[in-house]
């Protein structure tokens, strides 16, 4: 089964912005619906970006226009540009591949400062 390695999380203030990669391994993500979900301390996982595998993205209301989720088939990578970032995006993120539900990777995190 494909299997994800997520990076780019840290620490940043308030408006800054960062870049998070789910690099695939183990097998080809082009066909695959997927997606970025996050988790903040006591709270449930929650989706956040979902892309399909024609382009077609989806966003929950909080980062529309703040959040862009994109993927480059041929480096079998997805990313999630955030921009503006604010305190309560403050969470672990993980990619999310909808062919596999019951996996999830590590995650990234990312900790944004007032």
């Known amino acids: 089964q494909v299997q994800f390695v997520e990076t780019g999380g840290g620490l940043v203030q308030a408006g800054g912005s960062l870049r998070l990669s789910c690099a695939a391994s183990?097998?080809?993500?082009?066909?695959?619906?997927m997606g970025w979900y996050r988790q903040a301390p006591g709270k449930q996982r929650e989706m956040v970006a979902t892309?399909?595998?024609?382009?077609?993205?989806n966003y929950r209301d909080s980062v529309k226009g703040r959040f862009t989720i994109s993927r480059d088939n041929a480096k079998n990578t997805m990313y999630l540009q955030m921009n503006n970032l604010k305190p309560e995006d403050t969470a672990v993120y993980y990619c999310?591949?909808?062919?596999?539900?019951?996996?999830w990777g590590q995650g990234t995190q990312v900790t944004v400062s007032s």
């Open positions: 999310k591949d909808f062919t596999n539900p019951a996996y």
């Open positions: 183990r097998g080809t993500i082009s066909m695959h619906t």
């Open positions: 892309i399909l595998s024609g382009g077609n993205t």
